[in-house]
Structure formats: C-alpha cells, structure tokens
C-alpha cells in the first residue's frame, strides 16, 4: 500500500478537501504534515499520520518530518500539497529524500515570475515585457523604456496578491520608496497589457497534457483588487475545444513543457489583447482558486480534486465529457463597516434560480472579507455558454450587499 504525505500550511476548509481527496483514494495510506496540531484532523485522526512542523515553508523541517513519518509508515510514494507558497521547498525535499515528483529546478521555473517570463520569452512564446528591478535607477530604467501603465509585484507572488498598477514614473518611484528594491529583495515590473483576462488549467501527467478547461474573468482581478465594491464573476465556457481557443492552447502547452511540467496540475493566466493576439501573464504549479476547482467539477459533472488527488498518486486521470458551461458570481460588501443588508436575492431567484447549483450568502452582522472573493458567491450552470454568461451578469448587477 503506497504512503503518500500531503503537506498543507493550515488545515483550513480547501485543504481538508484536498487531504479528503487523497484519503478517498482505495488502497493508499495517508500522511499530513501542518502547522495545526492532529486533533484539527477531526475525522481523519485515526486514518492519517500527522507530524506537526512549525513553518511548512522551512524544507529542513518538511524532511524532517518526512523522515520521522516514513521510519513509523514506510517509504514515501508521493509528498505534494496545493499551497503556491510552499512548492520550492516539498520540490526540494523531494530531491533529497528520492521522491518521484516534480524538482526543485522546476519548481523555482514556476515560483520566480522573472525567471519563468525569461525562459518563455526566449522560446518565443507570447508574454508581457518585464525585469526584476533590483534598484530605483533599475526600476526608473525599466519605466522609460517600456512606458506606462505598468505593473508592479512580488517575483514569487501567488495570483494578484500584493500587485498594483502604476500609472507614472512619479507614482513608480513613490510606490518604491518605502522599500526600495535591492539585489536581495527585487521587485518585478511589466508591461500592463489591456485586453481581456482569462485562466487556462491542465492536467498533465508525465509530460503528457491529458486534460484542460478554460475560464473567462468579468473583469480583471486587478481590477478587482483596486476597487473593492465591484462584485465579480468567472465563466467556463463549454465550448473548451473551440478552435477561437487554438492559439492559447498551443501556447499553454509549450509553456508548461518549456517551464518543466511533468505530473500534476497547473493554472495559468493570460490576455487577449484587442487585437485578437495573446500574452502569457504568469503560470502557477497548483491548483487554481476562487473557486475554479469547484467550477471545473460542475461543468464536467466530476469530482476534480478526487481525479487530481489519482492523478499524483497513481498517474491516473479520468474526466467525462463537458456537458455545461458554468458560472460564479462573487457577492461583495458595498460601504464601510458591518454587514447590514443584503438586496435582490429574491428578483435573483425569480430570473435565474433554476440554474442555481450552489451558493454561499453573505452573512449579516459580519465584518466584510477582504478577499477579492468577497463574502459569498452563488454558481449556476447550463449547456449554453451564453445563457451562464447572462446570468452571472444578472446576479452582480441585482444583487448588493450593504455595509454600515
């Protein structure tokens, strides 16, 4: 019986569905290093042997825990987890202890935004120009000769966490002034590309892409970030294998073998531009958030963190047809405070409610997440692309929730 070691910052919500996931796989033995103590594993306390660590992001501390795990259970078969953060070090630790998987070289080709959008340029795949400033002539360099807007963010960042448009050289070199970026601690600038933000997700499996989905975002994530009253959506379009999609499936394909990929899921982000071209932003080892898994399962009527989890224990992966399109609208606080109110759910109900296939509320009385997912999200689905389209549509602009 193969031991297979899941790795998880926190044994939050997502991760319990993942190492659920994992359990649920017939004749494999599970292990779980976190931060949490065991007791958190609730129904898995007897079914999973658990090392707590006290930084999951240390690899010395991983492979310790590996060491000690593997001496009670048997040798490794497999040590993965989803968290972006921490795939240097599982890749790392893979290397030392022998583990199949994929190494650490790779990994850091996904971690290191610099270095990934250097190894696609130089295959001549279509992305963003960029440097990895490591000073305030370097970044004022940059500026002049790429010109403005452009976008500013961490080179290990994960999605748009800590990213920000700036619109000028006075605005760039304020913003960097209270840290100016140095060779230790570089900042990555690029080109802001204007055009239409989507994802593209694949599974591959020894090198070999078996599987993709594609999603559309309404409107950018940045954009989202920078005004926070704005209740976004995602759509999965049904129509995955559409030849409008040829030029991003080439590309995603060829990015994920010239960064590496050999077994396991990625999630990458891209544009079109107004002209119809393509740009590659950045491509994430992991599976996707806002919650993209839960989208994908909907729309092909599976369960895709269950076929995820086969994919890296057995190098199996088995996907029906997609017979929908699907949707999520996400429900954000208008205001300053509290929770107060919450309008439309009823005229919502009356226009699209028998699309509706799950749903989160806000809840009243709450203090407002600061998540570009907001405090809710309901999700409908139907065959016709355009159907769901017209419906997330319906729920953002029907819909508020009221801060006070």
């Known amino acids: 019986m193969p031991f297979v070691v899941f790795v998880a ?41 658990h ?45 030392w202890l022998g583990i199949e998987g994929v190494s650490a070289e790779v990994a850091t080709n996904f971690r290191d935004k610099a270095r ?4 696609l340029r130089e295959a001549g795949l279509p992305c963003a120009r960029h440097r990895l400033a490591t000073s305030l002539d370097d970044a004022r360099d ?31 070199m304020r913003a960097l002034a209270p840290n100016p970026p140095t060779p230790s601690h ?35 994530p940045l954009t989202v970030i920078e005004n926070p009253w704005i209740q976004w959506s995602v759509v999965l379009p049904r129509e995955v294998d559409d030849p409008a999609y040829d030029d991003i499936r080439t590309a995603a394909r060829r990015a994920l073998d010239v960064l590496g990929m050999t077994t396991g899921i990625s999630h990458m982000e891209w544009f079109r531009r107004k002209d119809g071209t393509i740009a590659i932003s950045e491509v994430a080892a992991r599976p996707p958030g806002a919650q993209i898994t839960t989208l994908m399962s909907k729309a092909n009527d599976f369960d895709l963190l269950k076929e995820w989890a086969r ?32 309008t439309g759910v009823d005229e919502v109900q009356r226009a699209v409610g028998n699309l509706v296939v799950d749903f989160r509320m806000p809840q009243v009385g709450v203090t407002p997440s600061t998540s570009y997912e907001g405090d809710g999200y309901i999700m ?3 065959p016709e692309t355009r159907r769901v389209e017209e419906a997330v549509m319906k729920i953002i602009s029907t819909i508020r929730v009221e801060l006070g």
């Open 9 to 49: 910052p926190l044994l939050s919500d997502n991760a319990f569905r993942m190492i659920d996931a994992v359990a649920a796989l017939p004749d494999v033995a599970l292990g779980v290093i976190t931060q949490d103590e065991a007791g958190k594993l609730r129904h898995l306390t007897d079914r999973a042997a």
């Open 311 to 342: 994919a890296m224990v057995h190098g199996d992966f088995h996907v029906p047809e997609r017979r929908f399109a699907v949707g999520a609208a996400f429900l954000r606080g208008q205001g300053q405070g509290r929770i107060v109110k919450v």
């Open 142 to 172: 940059f500026g002049e000769r790429s010109g403005f807007p452009m976008v500013a963010k961490p080179p290990s960042g994960a999605g748009a966490v800590s990213t920000y448009r700036v619109e000028s050289m006075e605005q760039l």
């Open 380 to 382: 409908v689905r139907h």
């Open 186 to 220: 570089p900042v990555l600038l690029e080109e802001f590309v204007v055009g239409d933000e989507h994802s593209f997700e694949t599974i591959t499996i020894n090198g070999q892409h078996v599987w993709h989905s594609l999603t559309h975002y309404y409107p950018t």
């Open 116 to 119: 990934m959008k250097t190894l």
């Open 51 to 95: 090392w707590r660590v006290a930084n999951v992001m240390d690899a010395q501390q991983i492979a310790w825990a590996a060491r000690e795990l593997a001496q009670r259970n048997g040798p490794i078969h497999r040590l993965f987890g989803a968290f972006e953060h921490i795939q240097e070090p599982l890749a790392q630790v893979r290397q």
